[in-house]
């Protein structure tokens, strides 16, 4: 793998090449924006649409629409305040959002690497600016969290394989429970390669294969939407995770 240098180890991408949302998923956008600057005032410092909704993959049955909000402190009576839109919403699609202050997001780098990887590859400002190019990730975090990651799926698969009776949507369920936090690792795997562009999973996915040497099938099947899921591609997704398990234990990277 080639060395990359240590500017391109910053946790800086552009925004996707995403000039406006499209139709439903923009109003729902502005409107969460609205809420979230109503209840958080000045304490807003910007708020970051990211994940498939910003992607060409994006659908609205499958995916939800996720928002980073960088806050100046953190304030439960404005969490509590903005907690009363929960319903509201949930009925535009709208998860969760990700809340966190600017000093967290430099303290959680060296835990959460992947994640922030994931956010900076592909991400959308609608307000302000998360600041993530001031951020660096260290190669030897990011290959820790993925042989982590790796072994953490290897073992819920097993259980869930177990927990499952055998039965084939119990079995499919568990296949694609994975899928987002397997699509993190493969993303992390090119990273740790001196990949800096963002790539769409099945990509993602086509490009392990070759920095690997190893065909990655049941990955593939696992990370698509129509995939199939059922006892085939558990058993593959099981002896392709212990083969990157193995291959990220034995990768040696340096830190800048």
Request: with cysteine.
């Amino acid at each position: 793998m080639s060395e990359p240098s240590p500017q391109s180890n910053r946790l800086h991408f552009p925004d996707s090449e995403v000039r406006s949302l499209h139709g439903n998923t923009e109003w729902a956008v502005r409107w969460f924006l609205q809420r979230v600057r109503l209840y958080l005032g000045e304490n807003l410092k910007s708020q970051t649409v990211f994940g498939p909704v910003v992607t060409p993959i994006y659908e609205p049955r499958q995916h939800q629409i996720h928002h980073l909000i960088v806050m100046g402190d953190r304030n439960v009576d404005q969490l509590l305040a903005l907690a009363k839109e929960s319903r509201a919403s949930t009925a535009r699609n709208i998860a969760p959002p990700l809340i966190i202050t600017e000093s967290a997001i430099l303290q959680s780098c060296d835990v959460f690497p992947l994640e922030w990887l994931d956010i900076a590859q592909f991400h959308y400002s609608v307000f302000g600016d998360p600041g993530l190019s001031k951020y660096t990730l260290q190669p030897s975090l990011v290959r820790l969290q993925c042989e982590r990651e790796l072994r953490s799926l290897d073992l819920l698969l097993q259980r869930g394989l177990l927990a499952s009776g055998g039965r084939v949507r119990k079995i499919g369920r568990l296949e694609r429970s994975v899928s987002d936090t397997l699509i993190r690792v493969i993303r992390g795997i090119g990273w740790l390669a001196g990949d800096r562009k963002g790539q769409l999973p099945l990509e993602l996915c086509a490009r392990c294969v070759e920095i690997v040497g190893f065909d990655l099938q049941g990955c593939r099947e696992a990370i698509r939407a129509d995939g199939r899921h059922d006892l085939e591609t558990l058993r593959l997704l099981l002896k392709e995770i212990g083969e990157l398990s193995e291959w990220v234990n034995h990768l040696k990277v340096v830190n800048s």
